[in-house]
């Protein structure tokens, strides 16, 4: 009877993620040509994958392991949300996405989208946490930037990089956020301060270091020279990836960017 269980609730897991991932793709294709049709079967294909998922999750809270398979359950479709909504804002950005299109992309029901974040203005600023949160947490740190000194070609090769990295429209769409919504973004600005202030932790760290290998005093903290520096840093970051497609490569790109950060860095 155990084994028959397990095979069951194996089973069901496997429909429900094949289901999830039919719908992604099946509907996707279905929508190009035959859009009401397309609708029809996607919306279908999400329903049958959640009532899979609800049999799993039944026969798991029978044999004890629910409460287990529920949390990880919750963590998976956030997951899933999140990465589609970083996808979809990217592509759309906030005012031309919908809960529809977030909910299309994960393979869910808008119900789902509701469900774990309430609306899309939550939905977004719970991407950028999960973006600038991560970079704050120890990500955002300037490649071939250490205290032992600027590996310029190291810097030149992320930024290049970067001008191919889907989140770079995310993060542009970001700042539009906070321009076209004053005074409705402060949980947005409070991200980024965090964001900012990670990286001017490193900066200063860079400072030290170059103090006190020329015997200078070194100044503790992170000082105003710092954030003015890491302020300077920032707007290369944000604006090398697209100089280069406005101005062509002697004047912007990542080879000028490397080299305007690493004079910033460099004192």
């Known amino acids: 009877m155990a084994d028959d269980r397990d095979t069951l609730k194996a089973a069901s897991r496997a429909l429900a993620d094949a289901a999830a991932q039919l719908t992604r793709a099946l509907g996707?294709?279905?929508?190009?040509?035959?859009?009401?049709?397309?609708?029809?079967i996607a919306q279908g294909l999400r329903e049958a994958a959640l009532e899979l998922a609800d049999v799993s999750e039944s026969m798991d809270k029978k044999s004890g392991k629910g409460e287990a398979r529920r949390r990880s359950k919750v963590d998976r479709t956030r997951a899933d949300l999140l990465d589609a909504a970083a996808r979809v804002f990217s592509a759309k950005g906030f005012e031309g996405a919908s809960v529809d299109d977030v909910a299309t992309e994960?393979?869910?029901?808008?119900?789902?989208?509701?469900?774990?974040?309430?609306?899309?203005?939550?939905?977004?600023?719970?991407?950028?946490?999960?973006?600038?949160?991560?970079?704050?947490?120890?990500?955002?740190?300037?490649?071939?930037?250490t205290t032992d000194g600027v590996d310029?070609?190291?810097?030149?090769?992320?930024?290049?990089?970067?001008?191919?990295?889907?989140?770079?429209?995310?993060?542009?769409?970001?700042?539009?956020?906070?321009?076209?919504?004053?005074?409705?973004?402060?949980?947005?600005?409070?991200?980024?301060?965090?964001?900012?202030?990670?990286?001017?932790?490193?900066?200063?760290?860079?400072?030290?270091?170059?103090?006190?290998?020329?015997?200078?005093?070194?100044?503790?903290?992170?000082?105003?020279?710092?954030?003015?520096?890491?302020?300077?840093?920032?707007?290369?970051?944000n604006v090398a990836p697209f100089g280069v497609r406005l101005l062509g490569e002697p004047y912007a790109g990542p080879a000028a960017g490397a080299r305007v950060i690493a004079r910033l860095l460099e004192g």
């Open 28 to 40: 996707t294709q279905a929508r190009q040509h035959l859009p009401e049709v397309g609708e029809v």
């Open 106 to 145: 994960a393979g869910y029901t808008k119900g789902a989208v509701y469900a774990h974040f309430g609306s899309k203005r939550d939905l977004f600023l719970a991407v950028a946490r999960s973006v600038l949160d991560a970079e704050s947490a120890g990500e955002h740190r300037l490649p071939g930037v």
């Open 152 to 237: 310029v070609a190291a810097l030149e090769a992320a930024l290049a990089a970067s001008a191919q990295d889907p989140r770079l429209l995310l993060s542009i769409e970001l700042l539009a956020y906070v321009m076209r919504h004053p005074g409705t973004s402060e949980e947005l600005e409070v991200v980024y301060a965090r964001a900012f202030d990670a990286l001017a932790s490193h900066v200063a760290d860079v400072r030290r270091a170059r103090e006190a290998r020329a015997g200078h005093d070194v100044v503790p903290g992170v000082t105003e020279h710092d954030r003015d520096t890491t302020l300077g840093v920032v707007a290369v970051l």
